[in-house]
């Protein structure tokens, strides 16, 4: 199925969830916020949340700014 | 407070409080411009700030870059803003995905939707400032020196006013100083002075106003040795806030001798 994740159209595997999709990508938890479609998905529920097709998904996290 | 000893002058106690920290060092940090991250605990280590900015993105999928987190102390407050915000609810949305990152619920708030001048949307400011406060967060909101629009801030629970010295970036000082020293006069909380500070001698400016803190951020970034200008900042912020609490002389029109009158040379 796709997703958009950060801006770009990705394919990912039916029942992947926010943790498997952090850990994919070799980020490491610390700091680091995911939205599903604007809300906020809390660490705990990483694990329960599956995505679905054409979910919009942001990984955020600090930078330097001012 | 006794003066007779600058050094025990400067050591005693001052301090400030802002959400619900006690903070010694009035010097606030930036973190954005710098040449590479390695430089940042070396520039923060020569600062001693306690107080440290960060922006809010999208993680780089691509690049092994190490999160900016790593090369902040944990005893650093930080200091999340809402850069890219260009309205008060876009603010509201990083703000509390900021606090979601589980380092703290400081967060200044920055709307702005010029892009030449990138100076605050005043309005936008006042009501994420409300909105925030009351979902517990301690609210800085960076605003343009403007009385009333900080009156509003004030009771929309804002713990301190950040208003610009001149725009972002530009290093050219405390041009909205007429408008500053009327906020410090009359707004009861903490006035940050963020934005165009650009040497130390104005970061020192600020501080003799009686602001309670500035921060700094491309003026020390952009530097030629970051890590230099950065201890030349703090030793101009704790020189600023020492004249300040000394009480600055009175300005004269015409010259006050500074020597008695001589007595003894013979009138021609």
Request: hydrophobic share 45%; with cysteine; net charge negative.
């Amino acid at each position: 199925m796709q997703i958009k994740l950060n801006g770009q159209w990705v394919q990912l595997e039916q029942g992947t969830n926010i943790a498997q999709i952090v850990e994919q990508r070799g980020l490491h938890p610390h700091g680091v916020v995911v939205e599903v479609n604007l809300n906020i998905k809390r660490r705990e529920e990483w694990d329960q949340t599956i995505l679905q097709e054409n979910d919009e998904v942001e990984i955020l996290t600090f930078v330097g700014g001012g | 407070m006794e003066h007779n000893d600058a050094k025990t002058a400067i050591k005693a106690e001052d301090w400030f409080e802002l959400g619900g920290h006690k903070l010694t060092n009035r010097l606030f940090l930036g973190t954005g411009k710098f040449p590479n991250k390695q430089v940042i605990p070396k520039v923060i280590a020569a600062a001693q700030n306690q107080v440290i900015t960060v922006a809010l993105r999208r993680i780089d999928l691509s690049a092994t870059d190490e999160n900016v987190l790593n090369y902040i102390p944990k005893t650093n407050i930080l200091l999340p803003n809402t850069s890219g915000a260009r309205t008060a609810q876009e603010a509201v949305r990083i703000a509390r995905i900021a606090r979601e990152a589980g380092c703290g619920n400081w967060v200044k708030i920055e709307v702005i939707s010029d892009n030449k001048y990138l100076l605050p949307d005043n309005y936008e400011t006042i009501k994420a400032t409300e909105i925030l406060a009351k979902e517990g967060f301690v609210v800085l909101p960076y605003m343009s020196p403007d009385l009333m629009a900080a009156k509003a801030m004030v009771e929309a629970g804002a713990a301190a006013v950040m208003p610009l010295g001149s725009p972002i970036g530009t290093n050219r000082g405390i041009k909205t100083k007429e408008l500053i020293r009327i906020l410090i006069d009359e707004i009861p909380l903490p006035i940050i002075v963020d934005a165009g500070i650009g040497k130390p001698s104005e970061a020192a400016e600020a501080m003799e106003m009686g602001a309670a803190a500035v921060l700094v951020n491309t003026a020390i970034a952009t530097a030629q040795d970051p890590v230099g200008m950065a201890e030349a900042f703090y030793l101009a912020v704790k020189a600023g806030r020492q004249a300040y609490l000394s009480g600055t002389a009175a300005t004269w029109e015409f010259a006050q001798a500074s020597s008695p009158l001589t007595g003894f040379l013979s009138e021609v």
